[in-house]
């Protein structure tokens, strides 16, 4: 696989080639303000977020600090490859084979790579569809999180000179 680090104006659905993996430009350190004042917006109020002191006393039996909610590292990852999968988006078609592999911790940075899995065709002339593969690895190298992803993209016959 050639890896390619897109982070340019070339992301409409022409410029993806299957089997190209793409390494994004940013990666995002994980802060308690992340993961505190997300997962109580979204109600989520498992212990292995919030109670330090009785995941220090090794109550969880797996972790022995507070994990980060796996929809904000998803949300992380997605976020970080946007600026190249979704730039010309037109559509979300799907999110899909969603994977938490391994757990995220605060301070830990997350950074976004995206396979091209499959290109295709759509009804509309002025736009294609994308399938991708995103994948979430650690400052330690670590695949945190796996996604699939289908896109409506725009195609650059169409629209680039709009």
Request: with cysteine; glycine share 6%.
């Amino acid at each position: 696989m050639k890896l390619a680090e897109l982070t340019s104006p070339d992301n409409y659905f022409e410029d993806f080639t299957v089997g190209a993996l793409i390494r994004h430009a940013r990666g995002k350190t994980v802060t308690e303000m992340d993961n505190v004042m997300l997962t109580n917006v979204v109600m989520n109020t498992a212990e292995g977020h919030f109670n330090e002191h009785l995941m220090r006393q090794g109550a969880s039996g797996i972790f022995a600090q507070r994990v980060v909610f796996g929809g904000i590292n998803l949300s992380m990852v997605l976020g970080l490859a946007a600026q190249d999968t979704a730039e010309q988006c037109l559509r979300e078609l799907s999110l899909d084979k969603i994977r938490l592999t391994n757990p995220v911790y605060h301070g830990d940075t997350l950074y976004a790579f995206s396979e091209v899995l499959a290109k295709e065709d759509s009804d509309q002339p002025d736009a294609g569809i994308v399938h991708f593969k995103h994948f979430g690895i650690n400052q330690d190298d670590k695949l945190c999180v796996l996604a699939e992803r289908r896109v409506l993209l725009k195609r650059k016959s169409h629209w680039a000179n709009r």
